[in-house]
């Protein structure tokens, strides 16, 4: 009896002891409340994105695994994020990428991760409270963001994740730097009047894989960056998803854009087909100003493993000083690229990542 009252007096203890000793409540993004280690040494990053997060705080030497998209070898890679980290490549598997983690395999990792990061959880992969009950390993959900209007969750999640990888001091410079370079671009092409703008499309915007060139972005961010005219955002604000579209080929040859730019994702396709191949061969096409005159340009992918934050600023610059190269005349773009690369992922990769494109990015692309 009296071992019976002492194991009872001691699991009550247990279940007491406040959460502060050796841990601290954390809420995330969905408003999901866990207790974290007060050090996290070892995590992994689950869905879309979430690794190029933790890797713009500069605590990617504490995963403990990857999912199986880091592992793989291809011809194509538009990630600075992996570029930059080689070492990706020969870490342990936990699953499938796009968040189809593997709860067996997690409690195989040595070391064991004390946390879970997870992106995308309302849309694809793993349910991340089941994942917790199944580890028994918390479970952070972070909302990806972008840099248009969701620009303030992208924000939030990288504070939180900071907070957890005891990175805070790095988050804020990484928000800063971001925030920085938007309001640069805004001031060099605020005051462009309004008949000196030039009407712009992109095409060959990659979702979940490659596309031609009728794909797009309405609201692709370097457009809105540099003040361009998107006519894709323009019909979108009619009633079109202002999300990743497919425009109808006549429409496109309609507009007649003053500038086309060219997503390099769309290579990928291969050389007879994609964006590139439609460009070059299709009569349609061909009829357009900016083919006939040599105003096609090449420029990094914008959605590759969800949106690459970086890419998207290196692409404002080249495109502010494609429309205007008077107020970007001290931008080299190649170089400004590796600017923003070294400063988020720790290496300029410019040159590596356009190699793969061919060394198309940044600049004209024949088509004729």
Not at 182 to 194: C, E, H, Y
Request: aromatic residues 10%.
């Amino acid at each position: 009896m009296k071992k019976h009252r002492l194991i009872c007096a001691i699991l009550l203890l247990l279940l007491t002891v406040p959460a502060s000793a050796g841990a601290r409540t954390l809420t995330d993004s969905n408003g999901r409340t866990n207790d974290i280690p007060d050090k996290v040494e070892h995590a992994i990053c689950s869905g879309s994105g979430c690794l190029r997060l933790l890797t713009y705080l500069g605590a990617q030497d504490r995963i403990a695994a990857v999912d199986d998209i880091e592992v793989r070898r291809r011809k194509f890679d538009a990630r600075p994020y992996a570029i930059a980290n080689p070492q990706f490549k020969k870490m342990p598997i936990f699953g499938e990428f796009r968040g189809h983690d593997n709860p067996e395999l997690i409690l195989t990792l040595e070391p064991q991760p004390q946390v879970i990061f997870k992106t995308y959880t309302s849309s694809m992969g793993y349910d991340p409270q089941e994942l917790q009950d199944k580890t028994g390993i918390p479970v952070v959900v972070l909302d990806y963001g972008d840099l248009g209007e969701n620009r303030p969750a992208l924000y939030k999640s990288l504070r939180i994740m900071a907070k957890v990888m005891g990175r805070e001091q790095r988050a804020e410079a990484v928000i800063q730097y971001i925030d920085g370079l938007i309001a640069d671009l805004s001031r060099r092409t605020g005051d462009v009047p309004g008949q000196e703008r030039s009407t712009v499309y992109l095409g060959g915007v990659a979702f979940r894989g490659p596309h031609g060139f009728q794909s797009t972005e309405p609201a692709y961010p370097p457009f809105q960056f540099v003040n361009a005219i998107n006519l894709a955002y323009e019909a979108g604000k009619a009633g079109k998803s202002l999300a990743q579209s497919d425009i109808a080929k006549e429409k496109i040859i309609e507009w007649n854009p003053d500038v086309l730019f060219l997503d390099l994702a769309t290579l990928q396709l291969g050389d007879d087909a994609g964006g590139l191949s439609e460009l070059r061969t299709d009569p349609a096409y061909r009829m357009l100003s900016a083919v006939k005159e040599g105003r096609v340009y090449g420029v990094l992918p914008y959605n590759w493993y969800t949106q690459n934050f970086g890419s998207i600023l290196a692409d404002a610059y080249f495109i502010g000083k494609v429309l205007y190269p008077e107020r970007f005349a001290d931008v080299d773009p190649a170089a400004k690229a590796d600017e923003i690369y070294t400063f988020l992922v720790g290496k300029p990769v410019f040159k590596d990542m356009n190699e793969l494109f061919h060394g198309m990015a940044f600049r004209p692309i024949p088509v004729n």
